[in-house]
T-cell receptor, first 114, second 113 residues
Framework: QKEVEQNSGPLSVPEGAIASLNCTYS??????FFWYRQYSGKSPELIMS????GDKEDGRFTAQLNKASQYVSLLIRDSQPSDSATYLC??????????????FGTGTQLKVEL | DTEVTQTPKHLVMGMTNKKSLKCEQH?????MYWYKQKAKKPPELMFV???????INESVPSRFSPECPNSSLLNLHLHALQPEDSALYLC????????????FGDGTRLSIL
């Protein structure tokens, strides 16, 4: 079982629709969770972080976390063509001795169609 | 533009060359990271420095040698690389108290001839 799993897609949604991206993780001691957006040829850009169960909203983005089910999701409302990118789910664990270890899922490619 | 600056943006080198990748941040972060990303794959952690000390080495071959001269700088020294080492090398930084997010630089695209 992979540590962090995502559907690779592509996930195609029409402009203005809600895009729903899902992620599951295997390590129960994981403490914090992030969504990064990565455009082709660019570096990952942090768009959401979530640390406790429930929903967290920021503009058009809502992250949802369910630690009991080991499940994280990202909803993008009113999807725009500029949202077309690969979305990486990342799970963080603090390392004894200092620093944090981020483990990434393989990413979901989102295509927003006109 | 990101707050983590990486140089150079592109690097082409032969297998016998020695080169270095550089990373700089001025956010007061005390943890810095090197990742390697191959095409259509997620970033893979290579090294973690916390308070200028190496805290994680993910079994990276010795032809990659990290160095953290001070809390703002992180280097990756390269020697005798192989063609399969061609990738995007990403530097990131984070605070080291609590569950911080990591902020990535734009990366160095490395090609080994």
């Amino acid at each position: 079982q992979k540590e962090v799993e995502q559907n690779s897609g592509p996930l195609s949604v029409p402009e203005g629709a809600i895009a729903s991206l899902n992620c599951t993780y295997s390590d129960r001691v994981s403490q914090s969770f992030f969504w990064y957006r990565q455009y082709s040829g660019k570096s990952p850009e942090l768009i959401m972080s979530i640390y406790s169960n429930g929903d967290k909203e920021d503009g058009r983005f809502t992250a949802q976390l369910n630690k009991a089910s080991q499940y994280v999701s990202l909803l993008i409302r009113d999807s725009q063509p500029s949202d077309s990118a690969t979305y990486l789910c990342a799970v963080n664990r603090y390392i004894t001795g200092g620093g944090n270890k981020l483990t990434f899922g393989t990413g979901t490619q989102l295509k927003v169609e006109l | 533009d990101t707050e983590v600056t990486q140089t150079p943006k592109h690097l082409v080198m032969g297998m016998t060359n020695k080169k270095s990748l550089k990373c700089e941040q001025h956010m007061g972060h005390r943890a810095m990271y090197w990742y390697k990303q191959k095409a259509k794959k997620p970033p893979e952690l290579m090294f973690v420095y916390s308070y200028e000390k190496l805290s994680i080495n993910e079994s990276v071959p010795s032809r990659f040698s990290p160095e953290c001269p001070n809390s703002s700088l992180l280097n990756l020294h390269l020697h005798a690389l192989q063609p399969e080492d061609s990738a995007l090398y990403l530097c990131a930084s984070s605070q080291d108290n609590g569950p911080p997010p990591q902020h990535f630089g734009d990366g160095t695209r490395l090609s080994i001839l």
